[in-house]
């Protein structure tokens, strides 16, 4: 227990949070029936989680340092597990949004602990052999969500996605408590908690801005006004982190190509490799009729491509430059993504299975190695800030991601469709349309939709792939995929 214990306390969270962020896609129809949510509501379910994710990930990361890494990963488990409790009660869409938001706060104090822990217990092969470990439940978290997520839709119902969280959270609480030590970073750290607020109002305007046009309008009032709010957030952001004596991101990093490279790829990625999701699975479950479980498992070609080639990647691939992987899986991103879009009104799923492989064989290249290419563009001190600042992206890329290509999404339904209808069917509520409106124009105008999607999903991808090929030129390799963020996170945070 005592050796492999803390692994296992670890694993546990990661496997929790990083479930979260994908068990949902194949409950939102159902979700949206139960609770009478509109498109907008949809979004905030995902996007709320994914954002308090990416807006608090490097101030909790700081502030654990201070407070205690141990201390403040069990207050995220706990916190995680009663926002949990929230989700599965809620009664209306509000509540559930706002409940993901929290759930997403917690999530950001124990993803920020993860790997400093992990680090402060273990050393040498150990340490490798635990990293190789968190890493694999890494990736199967991501992989089971869809499939999970859709057993307990089909089964005792979408709330149970988020009950399931609280039997884990208890063992991974007692377990964490019982055999993790606690641990700190170096002393005369101050936590940069300006810095923090400052970074969550430029993430939240921005990506409040980006829906907010989707049923609004680009031009909208309100939608210029939440864009300058993030502009401005931005603003006072970038003077905080240039006065502060201990700033969360080193603004300077960003002169250094290669780590803008990867911060842009990082961002791109998420977005592009799954922003889409989320309405293809609505697609599925409300045009073309399929069942949770059923959607999900569509969703697995993706999944099961990405463990393949990260798997076998890891061993064929050592030694490949960073830039070759990372930039090379975005442009199979883009191509995937590219190959999606060939639906119409008389599609099925299967059209959709090369581009889910191709997205899944370049995000099989992308997620093991993004994090080491970030360390490799740093300096050795700014390992730890490096590594959080990579996660922070990749986030908020899945939270652009969701807001963007729904507003994609939608425009272009609004070309065969009323405003009204056009939303109302991306939000799930075909059935309610279905007297009004022939079942070949619901199907084209969805089509039509996720075309677009998919398509400017395939550009941002694209354009990034590009990128890091052009940028991410660094003269000593990236480390280990697996094991070196992790160590490096953990002894030089920050």
């Known amino acids: ?120 217990v273990y050393q040498g092969r150990r340490r490798s052999a635990a990293l190789g470990v968190w890493g694999a439940v890494s990736g199967a978290a991501a992989a089971v969500g869809p499939v999970l997520g859709g057993l307990l839709t089909d089964g005792p119902g979408w709330r149970w996605i988020f009950f399931v969280n609280l039997p884990v959270s208890v063992v991974a609480v007692w377990l964490t408590l019982r055999v993790v030590p606690e641990s700190r970073g170096p002393r005369g750290r101050r936590i940069d908690w300006a810095g923090t ?61 290669a780590f803008l490279g990867v911060m842009v790829g990082a961002l791109a990625f998420n977005a592009a490799a799954f922003g889409v999701m989320p309405y293809l699975s609505i697609w599925l479950q409300t045009l073309l009729g399929m069942s949770p479980v059923r959607g999900g498992l569509v969703f697995l070609w993706l999944s099961a491509a990405s463990f393949v080639v990260a798997a076998v990647g890891g061993r064929l691939l050592h030694g490949v430059p960073s830039r070759l992987t990372i930039g090379g899986g975005l442009l199979l991103i883009g191509s995937g993504l590219f190959c999606q879009a060939v639906l119409d009104a008389g599609a099925t799923a299967t059209a959709l299975i090369p581009g889910l492989i191709l997205v899944g064989v370049g995000t099989g290249l992308v997620a093991p190695g993004i994090a080491g290419a970030a360390l490799a563009a740093v300096p050795l001190e700014r390992a730890g800030m490096a590594g959080g600042a990579v996660n922070t992206f990749r986030q908020l890329g899945y939270a652009l991601g969701i807001a963007v290509f729904g507003t994609v999404l939608t425009s272009r339904m609004q070309n065969a469709l009323p405003r009204d209808a056009a939303h109302t069917l991306a939000g799930g509520g075909a059935g309610a349309l279905r007297g009004t409106l022939s079942e070949h124009a619901l199907r084209a105008a969805f089509a039509s939709g996720l075309d677009a999607a998919s398509v400017a999903a395939g550009v941002t991808a694209t354009a990034a792939g590009a990128l890091v090929l052009v940028l991410v030129r660094t003269p000593r390799p990236a480390p280990d995929a697996a094991g070196a963020p992790a160590q490096e996170v953990a002894a030089h945070r920050g």
């Open 197 to 257: 607020v400052a970074f969550a109002g430029f993430a939240g305007a921005l990506t409040y801005g980006a829906v907010r046009a989707g049923s609004e309008g680009w031009a909208e009032a309100g939608t210029l006004v939440s864009f300058a709010a993030a502009a401005g957030a931005l603003g006072c952001f970038v003077l905080i982190e240039r006065r502060t004596a201990d700033p969360l991101l080193d603004l300077s990093l960003f002169r250094k190509p």
């Open 1 to 120: 227990m005592r050796t492999w214990g803390p692994l296992t306390a670890v694993c546990l969270g990661t496997f929790m949070l990083l479930l979260d962020v994908t068990i949902a896609v194949v409950a939102l129809p159902d979700m949206a029936r139960a609770l009478h949510a509109s498109l907008s509501d949809l979004q905030w379910v995902m996007d709320g989680y994914a954002l308090a994710l990416a807006a608090l990930l490097l101030g909790l990361g700081a502030a654990a340092d201070v407070l205690g890494r141990r201390r403040v990963h069990v207050a995220g488990v706990v916190l995680f597990a009663v926002a949990s409790l929230l989700c599965g009660l809620a009664s209306g869409p509000g509540m559930l949004v706002a409940a993901r938001g929290v759930q997403g706060i917690g999530a950001a104090a124990m993803f920020a602990t993860t790997l400093p822990l992990l680090g402060s």
